[in-house]
């Protein structure tokens, strides 16, 4: 019998559909509506929840690999956290989680004049280890981080006085790219310290951790790629570059589904005419 | 000269975006350059990390400050040059040592945070009440839940032929199964539209400001 086989279309057609897809929404915005899911809204009201004046953790658990994605997220949560009056002690369990936390910090220090460093927020910095090292924080914090990431003494730092170990924090959310990162987190901090986790990860992911959000509460919500980030910014009234994102994201999706459509009809078609031996 | 620099960065980051980007029409000398450079500048950042955030504030700073509470440092240091001996094929038998030492600390370590929180923990999710909830959306969840966990489970029992009732079990599984595949392919192709979007935010806010970055 013979074989039918439609001539594919090139592949590049397709990459130049999508930049060009991705590209307009950028510049002529569209403003397609955002929903708000279940899992973006229990991370809000966890933050919404904690009374000023708490500790909390964040941790950037990411490089400039993720940064789109986990970027948005990770400064809706900050800003957040900077409105309620939560102060912020960040940790890096990726070495370049420290920049990308220096970073939001910079850019948004101008809207929280009052906010200051080593009072309201301190950033740690990096420690290797991963699992090991949140362990030995559960117990000993002071242990593992001795001083901040410009080597100043955790004693001088006003943030840090009565800080010994997960009892004094209100909950840890973890901004991930993959291991270590929120895995680690839920293992040690919620399962062995029984202290509340949240956080975001990439898409790619998203399907692994989302098991964690259950009813055992192992996980409070979660931030699941761009299109969770544009949710918080919704919720938490601060749109950024996650919702100035999304017209992009939905229009690509629906060039892949139009393509994938037009595939799956070709191949049928294909089918159909190799049974009429045409 | 900080403006200076910013601006030269920003227009290093939008041609070495272009140069990646062009290997989507095909494998071009550009595109060499810039994977090339990339990899080695990984490399090189890599190398002195780890001297300079990890081995100085870890070993070394320690040691220098106080030998005699620190000495139990020069340990894991000891063990972290015996690994290296790797490298010398007469004498690499040795860096088994160090290495059994890893993998047997970590197993133990992952063991038990895996059961716990992966094994134990996650089938306690699952034994609940299906039928208590605050709506029906919730209801028809938690008992698709129960189906596709024990549906999912038993398209993975080898033992028994997939036939009858049982293998009707697990067709349902792959079922479950395909609809999470679908899932994590929506969830990839999300970020990796994701990062497209956050390269031409930077081309067409930061570069050419055109939109608000």
């Known amino acids: 019998m013979a074989t039918v086989k439609r001539k594919q279309l090139d592949r590049r057609w397709l990459f130049l559909f999508l930049f060009v897809g991705v590209a307009l929404p950028l510049i002529f915005v569209i403003g397609l509506p955002i929903e708000t899911s279940e899992n973006a809204r229990m991370v809000y009201d966890l933050v919404e929840t904690t009374p000023p004046g708490s500790k909390v953790i964040l941790s950037f658990d990411y490089d400039p690999g993720s940064k789109p994605e986990l970027h948005p997220m990770a400064t809706a949560v900050m800003k957040h956290c900077f409105d309620r009056d939560i102060k912020v002690i960040v940790t890096a369990l990726w070495p370049m989680g420290v920049q990308m936390a220096e970073e939001i910090f910079s850019d948004i220090h101008d809207e929280y004049p009052n906010v200051k460093y080593g009072r309201d927020y301190v950033n740690l910095g990096f420690k290797a280890g991963g699992i090991v090292t949140i362990q030995s924080m559960g117990k000993q914090f002071r242990e593992v981080f001795p001083e901040d990431m410009n080597g100043t003494s955790i004693d001088e730092l006003p943030i840090m006085d009565g800080m010994k170990n997960f009892d004094n924090l209100s909950f840890v959310c973890s901004f991930s790219a993959g291991d270590p990162g929120i895995k680690q987190w839920v293992q040690v901090t919620h399962d062995k310290f029984n202290r509340p986790v949240t956080g975001g990860v990439t898409g790619v992911s998203a399907p692994a951790i989302l098991p964690y959000v259950n009813a055992q509460q192992q996980l409070i919500g979660l931030l699941a790629g761009l299109k969770a980030a544009a949710e918080y910014e919704l919720l938490s009234k601060s749109p950024g570059t996650a919702t100035s994102g999304m017209d992009a994201q939905s229009i690509a999706h629906l060039i892949i589904i139009i393509f994938i459509v037009i595939g799956n009809i070709n191949f049928w078609r294909d089918k159909k005419a190799e049974k009429r031996g045409e | ?213």
């Open chain 2, 1 to 213: 000269m900080t403006h200076f620099f910013s601006v030269l960065g920003i227009w290093l980051g939008a041609l070495f975006t272009f140069a990646i980007f062009s290997f989507l029409y095909k494998d071009n000398p550009f595109y060499k350059i810039a994977e090339q450079i990339f990899v080695g500048l990984s490399a090189g950042y890599w190398f002195v990390y780890t001297i300079f955030f990890i081995l100085m504030p870890n070993l070394f700073n320690p040691l220098l400050q106080d030998f005699a509470v620190n000495w139990i440092k020069l340990i894991p240091a000891v063990l972290g040059i015996l690994m290296l001996l790797r490298l010398i094929p007469s004498i690499d038998w040795v860096s088994r040592f160090p290495i059994a030492l890893v993998i047997g600390t970590t197993s133990g370590i992952f063991f038990l945070r895996y059961l716990k929180s992966d094994v134990i923990n996650q089938l306690t999710a699952t034994i609940m009440n299906p039928f208590q909830g605050a709506d029906w959306v919730t209801v028809v969840g938690q008992i698709l839940l129960i189906i596709g966990t024990l549906t999912g489970v038993i398209y993975f029992y080898f033992s028994k032929k997939h036939e009858g009732a049982f293998g009707v079990t697990a067709k349902i599984g792959i079922y479950f199964l395909m609809v999470s595949f679908g899932a994590a392919f929506g969830y990839t192709a999300m970020a990796r539209i994701s990062l497209l979007i956050g390269r031409l935010q930077f081309l067409l806010g930061d570069w050419l400001g055109i939109i608000n970055p």
